[in-house]
């Protein structure tokens, strides 16, 4: 059975920090890719940042310079380090794995940056 456990979302000052964390486990196969989505009220889903299984990484252009996507390839966990949050940041953030046959979507963590 696929699980993807994701947690550190929570309420954060404008300016603040936060780490994300999602472990996947029981997906049969390499994975393609992993990383973060993320859907605000009213808003469609959007790329966050994932990072592919050669390393390359790629950011949502609103994200970049602040957020930091890493990878723990042994424990099969990716890690979005959020810095320098911003109002705007609030949302529920999915965890995406893409793997050979399909992909998975976490349950959600929510992320809310107070100005």
């Known amino acids: 059975q696929v699980q993807l456990v994701e947690s550190g979302g929570g309420l954060v000052q404008a300016g603040g920090s936060l780490r994300l964390s999602c472990a996947a486990s029981g997906i049969i196969g390499s994975i393609n890719a992993i990383g973060w989505y993320r859907q605000a009220p009213g808003k469609q889903r959007e790329l966050v940042a994932r990072?592919?299984?050669?390393?390359?990484?790629n950011y949502a252009d609103s994200v970049k310079g602040r957020f930091t996507i890493s990878r723990d390839n042994a424990k099969n966990t990716v890690y979005l380090r959020m810095n320098s949050l911003k109002p705007e940041d609030t949302a529920v953030y999915y965890c995406?794995?893409?793997?050979?046959?399909?992909?998975?979507w976490g349950q959600g963590t929510q992320v809310t940056v107070s100005s």
């Open positions: 995406n794995v893409v793997g050979i046959q399909r992909e998975y």
């Open positions: 990072i592919f299984s050669g390393g390359r990484t």
